[in-house]
């Protein structure tokens, strides 16, 4: 079984694949792969370098993810620019991940996927987590301190919601702050399909 996975920015995507590996899935995660190749090292930075130039470069070498998202906010294009860079990398190591992975459920935890037509036809099934944009928003501001703009701004960069919605085979509601029913969601999710 190949589970697509996503949801919007503090929907619980990630805690539900933590929660579902924890019960035997294997999970790819896009947003980790992505992240790695952006550290001080990663694959991706040579070409963030030369593209963007070294103000876009922490000191230690890792893409500075401020500076760069602030950048990518006024000016669409650039956005555009580092997902050319990114994006091939992150797709060739998810393809050496699932090639490795022996699991009964390869979940892909991946935020973009409705956004990108590539990746529907490599799935049985696509579940999305879904929450009001209120949680969302709350959810964000005590994860990582944003205030309500910016994560306003990563949600209007992510997929709609009734659009990811309408791409779902399978949705869990996610809006209480209750870890048990997300766990009792998991446990579901494990028995359908024989985890």
């Known amino acids: 079984m190949r589970l697509g996975l996503t949801g919007g920015i503090g929907s619980g995507k990630s805690t539900l694949a933590r929660l579902l590996q924890a019960r035997g899935a294997g999970v790819i995660d896009a947003d980790a792969i992505s992240r790695r190749s952006t550290e001080a090292g990663g694959a991706a930075m040579p070409a963030i370098a030369h593209t963007f130039g070294p103000a876009f470069l922490a000191p230690d070498g890792a893409l500075d993810r401020q500076r760069m998202r ?41 935020p973009l996927l409705v956004e990108s037509p590539r990746w529907r036809p490599q799935l049985d099934r696509v579940l999305v987590v879904d929450c009001s944009p209120t949680t969302q928003i709350r959810r964000v501001n005590a994860r990582s301190g944003w205030d309500a703009t910016t994560t306003e701004a990563v949600m209007r960069n992510q997929s709609p919601r009734a659009l990811r919605l309408a791409a779902a085979d399978l949705v869990v509601f996610n809006d ?3 870890l048990a029913l997300l766990e009792r969601a998991a446990e579901a999710l494990a028995k359908r399909f024989g985890l």
């Open 176 to 178: 209480a702050d209750d």
């Open 70 to 110: 602030d950048h990518v906010f006024a000016h669409p294009e650039a956005r555009h620019t580092l997902e050319h860079i990114i994006h091939p990398l992150v797709g060739a190591e998810i393809q050496r991940q699932a090639q490795a992975s022996a699991s009964a459920c390869l979940v892909f935890d991946v």
